[in-house]
């Protein structure tokens, strides 16, 4: 069973976003990584790099395919998980937790309002 937190926002390309006060914390969600799996690589955006809602930052390489890696939101990445660069288990492990990818200063918290809460985001893996 794929896990949903329900405090957390969903993007259609399955990243999620935790909101922490001027910042969002994102990274992969469960069911991407359960589609993916077993994650070889992870390249991350520079710390700095200015970004708007749906571009990718960043590419997450597994043994079926390569995906990129989209800011929910838009604003300026201010800190990425480089513990991911050795020790890429923890993404299947724990992708809500210390599997996070990267925090992003959101330009314009608004755009949260634009994602997809928990049950939109189980009704669109289901379809």
């Not at 405090?7 to 914390?25: C, I, P, S």
């Not at 597994?62 to 800011?71: A, E, H, I, L, T």
Request: include cysteine.
């Amino acid at each position: 069973m794929t896990n949903v937190p329900n405090d957390l926002k969903y993007t259609q390309t399955h990243e999620w976003l935790k909101v922490e006060g001027k910042n969002g914390r994102m990274g992969l969600t469960d069911y991407a990584q359960h589609q993916l799996s077993d994650i070889v690589f992870v390249e991350f955006p520079e710390i700095g790099r200015k970004a708007k809602k749906g571009e990718a930052v960043g590419v997450v390489e597994s043994v079926k395919s390569v995906s990129d890696m989209c800011v929910p939101v838009s604003g300026t990445i201010v800190e990425v998980n480089k513990a991911l660069t050795d020790n890429l288990e923890v993404i299947s492990k724990d992708p809500y937790g210390k599997g996070w990818y990267a925090i992003i200063e959101m330009s314009d918290p608004n755009e949260v309002k634009n994602l997809m809460d928990a049950a939109a985001y189980k009704k669109h893996i289901h379809e």
